[in-house]
């Protein structure tokens, strides 16, 4: 099946820096990826969307800001959270969208997890 | 808007009991049906999937069919395991936006 991976898997940092997260989509070419949030036995809450070439799409209450994403590639996006604080702090997942008609569906990495001390 | 409604958990079952995971959607139009599982700190993994009115997706003894006229997509399982132990997420796709809408999640453990 297809692979999605994320990297790095887990970071901690100190309030104030920032820190960038790569999804990178590893045998086939995604034009869409999605960021989502998940907080602790919750459920995964979209964060943007990330189009190839192009600006990302914010869900409402995300500030465009504060989560910088780049698609610069067909196998590669990348968020940034700048100047992260505690609050921050979360399980972040990527997705790769794969188009392939009928069977088209997203392949998830396997998260990276925040914390910001 | 769309949206996933999933039981609530936790669900705590034995080993070779039978699984029945509801979930219920409201969506316009001829969304896709997913399971998503997700095992402790990993990212989640597609398990099955229907695209269609009366598809059954299935995978690793799971199954679930798509009912159009209940709109309803319940995860079951004859015989569980203990490897099966994991939160299992109901999502749609309405095939427009290529957004997923995810349910609540479901916790499952199943005990020895």
């Known amino acids: 099946g297809a692979v999605v991976s994320q990297h790095p898997s887990w970071v901690i940092c100190k309030s104030g820096t920032s820190v960038k997260i790569e999804c990178r989509s590893l045998d086939f070419q995604a034009t869409t990826m999605f960021w989502y949030r998940q907080f602790p036995k919750q459920s995964l809450m979209l964060m943007a969307t990330?189009?190839?070439?192009?600006?990302?799409?914010?869900e409402q209450g995300v500030e465009k800001d504060k989560f910088l994403i780049n698609h610069a590639s067909l196998t590669l996006s990348t968020l940034t959270v700048t100047s992260a604080h505690p609050e921050d702090s979360s399980f972040y997942i990527c997705?790769?969208?794969?188009?392939?008609?009928?069977?088209?569906?997203?392949?998830f990495g396997p998260g990276t997890r925040l914390t910001v001390l | 808007g769309d949206s996933v409604t999933q039981m609530e958990g936790p669900v705590t079952l034995s080993e070779e009991a039978f699984l029945t995971i509801n979930c219920t959607y409201t969506a316009t139009g001829y969304p896709s049906l997913f399971w998503y599982v997700q095992y402790p700190g990993e990212g989640l993994q597609l398990l099955l999937k229907?695209?269609?009115?009366?598809d059954k997706g299935s995978n690793k003894g799971f199954e679930a069919t798509y009912r159009k006229e209940t709109t309803s997509f319940h995860l079951e399982k004859g015989s569980v395991q203990v490897s099966d132990s994991a939160v299992y997420f109901c999502a749609l796709d309405p095939g427009s936006a290529r957004q997923l809408t995810f349910g609540s999640g479901t916790q499952l453990t199943v005990l020895p």
């Open positions: 229907a695209t269609k009115a009366d």
């Open positions: 997705s790769a969208y794969r188009d392939r008609g009928l069977a088209d569906t997203q392949y």
């Open positions: 990330s189009n190839e070439g192009s600006k990302a799409t914010y």
